[in-house]
Every structure is written in C-alpha cells, then in structure tokens.
C-alpha cells in the first residue's frame, strides 16, 4: 500500500486560507483515487472531497463545495486541498486516504472505500 503523510494544518482567522498537502511514497502514486475526510471532536468522519487518478474528476461535499478545491501532482507524488473562506465549523483533524485504482476509475466518497490514510492535520478556524 502507499504510505500517506499530511501537512499544512494550523490555525488561521475565519475568512483565511489554508492549503494541505498529502505526499505520498511507495507505490506509483497516479494508480490511486485519493479523498479527504476530517473528524471533528464528539463527531464521526466525513467526506470532504475526492479526486480520481488523472486529477481530471473531483467533487466535493456540499459543506464545503465553492471553498474547497482538490488537486495533484502526480510527477510530485502529492495531492493538495486548498482551502479558502474558512469558517469556525471546519475545525477538525483533516486526513487524506488512497485507494488503488483496478477497474472502477472514478471518486469514492465513503471512508470505508479506502486502504490507505495519513496521520491528520489538525485545522483550527477562529472566529
């Protein structure tokens, strides 16, 4: 499986920016959907947003659809979240997970879909 490894968390003012980063090693990385999700105190893990192989798919979760943006560089082996117009609700450890692409080439969207996972950023959004 490919090894996953967030970082760009922190803490930033509401209406701020964020990008995250997921780098990834051990395997060809452009065989692999890629998803964030994030976990937020006392709550369950959520979808944020996907992106296919190639980085020519992506959707996202409403919450955040218009704010967010998925992309990758797979010559760089990474995927990034950029994340604009913050709000004090996406506070929450963000991760990002692969999944080797066999047959089925598009998004998946649920945690359980998923092999791999990095170790959380933790995003912090003050008011």
């Known amino acids: 499986q490919v090894q996953l490894v967030e970082s760009g968390g922190g803490l930033v003012q509401s209406g701020g920016s964020l990008r995250l980063s997921c780098a990834a090693s051990g395997r060809t990385f452009s065989n692999y959907a890629v998803g964030w999700f994030r976990q937020a105190p006392g709550k369950e893990r959520e979808f944020v947003g996907g992106?296919?192989?190639?980085?020519?798919?992506?959707d996202y979760a409403d919450s955040v659809k218009g704010r967010f943006t998925i992309s990758r560089d797979n010559a760089k082996n990474t995927v990034y979240l950029q994340m604009n117009g913050l709000k004090p609700e996406d506070t929450a450890v963000y991760y990002c997970?692969?999944?080797?692409?066999?047959?089925?080439?598009?998004?998946?969207?649920?945690?359980?879909?998923?092999?791999?996972w990095g170790q959380g950023t933790q995003v912090t959004v003050s008011s």
């Open positions: 992106i296919n192989w190639s980085g020519g798919s992506t």
């Open positions: 997970a692969a999944r080797e692409v066999l047959v089925y080439r598009g998004l998946y969207y649920h945690w359980n879909q998923y092999h791999s």
